[in-house]
Every structure is written in structure tokens, then in C-alpha cells.
């Protein structure tokens, strides 16, 4: 089952954040991860993921920075700042709200 | 057959450099790249085959290109006053220059040649504001590579407007210097600091259309051009010459100035947020 694209647009703030809260990582190791949760169902185009870690970072909920990987090559770390922890609470609330009422919708004397 | 480096090179020329991504986004993108094509390669795939898969993957360049021209169209508060300062200033110029001629009979080319000089240094102490504004901000947070960029882009706008404006200052000072001075150039102060701006200025525009340094840099840089069009501007006043208008200079105000450049420039050198809270 692949999720429609509307969803999985709306979904990447929270994935992101919450990977991010789980410790530093990178724009690869950040897709492998959803790509592993979600038991590939949710499959970014991998480019897209930049921009939204752009806008994160140029709105201060992350913040990147250069490190050399073992191959030598550089790779560019997030870590999550104050303010995304903020706005990953807000996520988290909101997103709450939505499965809750999705699932009392959804029970047997509801469908 | 191309090997996977040739192919990348290739895939870089397919990305909208100039305008969108730049120098660090792209160097992100690449380094995915290059980590889905590697484990492509460990799955068994041949080069050729793990290079296109890994491009279709990362998705169309003009998408990418596009959603990053998204993000540079915020700009930074401090921009917005210098572009808004610069819009002043040529304003006001022009109204001066235009007065100058109605009411006090100046020579068209010696109004214009007043005009376009003031515009010019007065654009090169606008990139310094900017440099300052980046300096402060910086001590407290880092600056995104989107803001970076954008940043970057207007002082290139900027430093290539203020060469242009001193460049034609220049030419038309000198052109009317010949007119009533009987000579185009003679190494006074007031000239001599002048050739200094528009070296200055043509070496920081060089500097920054080859990317030789990073916005940062560009921006320290910026506080040199402050001191060097103080000098200029107003130490060419505290010399005898026959531009001389001496009254209007003083050497605390130029040495005041020079030192808060400095000081500036010191603290720019400083890590970023390193006046900032812990979380």
C-alpha cells in the first residue's frame, strides 16, 4: 500500500522532527528510517526531503552542520533545536487529535 | 562506458546551479547521490544501472530546483531596510543633484559626477551595514544556507550596482577635471582614494562571482569596504588639496569608525551562537 502523495507531504514535518528527536542524522539516514518504520509505504522522492530540512532549519527548528564522513566525503547533520521541539509537540497534539477521531469514526457501530 | 564520477558530473550540469540550489545544496544532493548509488552497487546492480535508479529516485532536478526557490523568496529583515536604503538614497541623490542644478547652477556633468559616486560609496557602506547586521546576528544563531544565499546574492547585486556607479563617478570627475583643472588625473587625495574604492570594490565583486570564499567571508570582507570608503571619502578631506573641504572630517570620527569596523570584523571571527543560550 503506497500513501497518497497529499498525505505523505503533510506527514514529513512530523517524521523529520521526530527522527531528529531520537538523535542527530542526515538527509539519507533520515529516509532509510521512514522507509524502514513504514515498511516502505512511505516512499519520499528523495530529493524533497532537502527542501523541507531547508525550510526547518531556515525557520530554526534544526540546525545543520558539515561532518566528514569516513569515506572522506562531507555529510550535513541536523539536530533538532528548541523551537522544533516545540513545534514537534504541537505536531504530535495535532496529529493525536486527528487519529483519535479517525479511529472512534472508524469503529464497528461507526462504519 | 563512463564511470560513476563522469556520470555525476554530467547529472550536475542538469541542475539549475545558479539560481535555487548553489554551492552547498548541491554538495548535499551529490553526497545522496552518491550513498544510494554505493548501496545499489553492494545490491548487485552495474554501475550504469545503480546511477540511473539513484537519479530516478532523487526525482526530477527542475522539482528540486524549484521547491528550493520556494524557500530563498523570505528575506531577512535587515535586507529588506538596506534594499529600502538604497532605494532612498539613489532617491534622494537624484532630487539633490536636481535641485543643485535649478538653484545653484552646478555643471550637469559635475551634479552627475557628485551623484554617481555618492551612490556608489554609499552602496559599498550599505554592504557593510549588512555586514554588521550579519555579525550581531550570527554571535546569537547561525545563518541556514538558505539565508545564506539569499544574502549572498543581494551584496553580489549590491557590490556590482556601487562598481558600476564609482566606476562612471570616476570617469565623469575626471572628464570634467580636465575641463577646469586642465588635467584628467593628478594622484590627489580625494582621487587617490577614490582609484582605492573602485579597486576595492571590482576585487570583492570578482571575489564573489567566483566563489572563492564563503558568504561569511564575504561578509567580513564587507567591513573593510567600510573602512576603506571612510578613508576615502573622508580622509581625503583632512589632506591640503584642492577637493579639500576639510571642515566636514574629523580624525576621531574616521579613527571611531575604523575601530568599530575592526572590532566588528574580531567578533565576526567568533563561533556562531556564541552569545546564545544553551537550549
Known sequence: MKLEKELIAASSVPLILSILAAGDSYGYAIIQRVKELSGGNISWTDGMLYPVLHWLEDHGQVRGRWVKSESGRRRRYYSLELRGRRALQQQKEQWKVVTSTLQQLWRPQHA | ?279
Open chain 2, 1 to 279: 562506458m563512463p564511470n560513476i564520477d563522469q556520470l555525476i558530473t554530467e547529472w550536475r550540469k542538469t541542475i539549475p546551479y545558479g539560481r535555487g540550489l548553489g554551492k552547498e545544496r548541491l554538495e548535499e544532493l551529490e553526497t545522496h547521490l552518491r550513498e544510494t548509488i554505493e548501496r545499489f552497487l553492494q545490491s548487485g546492480m552495474s554501475e550504469a544501472e545503480a546511477f540511473r535508479t539513484a537519479v530516478a529516485q532523487l526525482g526530477p532536478s527542475p522539482a528540486i530546483s524549484s521547491e528550493f526557490r520556494k524557500l530563498d523568496q523570505r528575506a531577512w529583515f535587515p535586507m529588506k531596510v538596506i534594499i529600502g536604503a538604497e532605494i532612498a538614497l539613489a532617491v534622494a541623490m537624484a532630487a539633490l543633484m536636481t535641485l543643485r542644478i535649478a538653484h545653484k547652477g552646478s555643471s550637469l556633468l559635475l551634479a552627475t559626477h557628485a551623484f554617481t559616486v555618492t551612490l556608489g560609496y554609499g552602496t559599498a557602506f550599505l554592504i557593510g551595514a549588512l555586514g554588521i547586521c550579519f555579525v550581531c546576528q550570527r554571535c546569537f544563531s547561525d545563518f541556514s544556507i538558505t539565508r545564506q544565499q539569499s544574502i549572498s546574492r543581494l551584496t553580489f547585486m549590491l557590490s556590482a550596482f556601487a562598481t558600476c556607479f564609482t566606476a562612471i563617478g570616476i570617469v565623469l570627475g575626471m572628464i570634467w577635471a580636465r575641463a577646469e583643472w586642465g588635467r584628467f588625473w593628478a594622484w590627489d587625495p580625494k582621487e587617490t582614494g577614490g582609484a582605492c574604492v573602485l579597486a576595492w570594490l571590482l576585487l570583492f565583486t570578482v571575489a564573489h562571482r567566483l566563489q572563492r570564499t564563503t558568504g561569511r567571508a564575504i561578509l567580513l570582507l564587507s567591513l573593510f569596504g567600510n573602512i576603506i570608503v571612510s578613508l576615502a571619502w573622508f580622509g581625503g578631506n583632512l589632506i591640503a588639496g584642492l577637493q579639500s573641504y576639510g571642515a566636514s572630517s574629523s580624525v576621531f570620527a574616521l579613527t571611531f569608525g575604523v575601530a568599530v569596523n575592526l572590532a566588528f570584523f574580531l567578533i565576526g571571527l567568533a563561533p556562531a551562537g556564541c552569545l546564545r543560550k544553551a537550549n
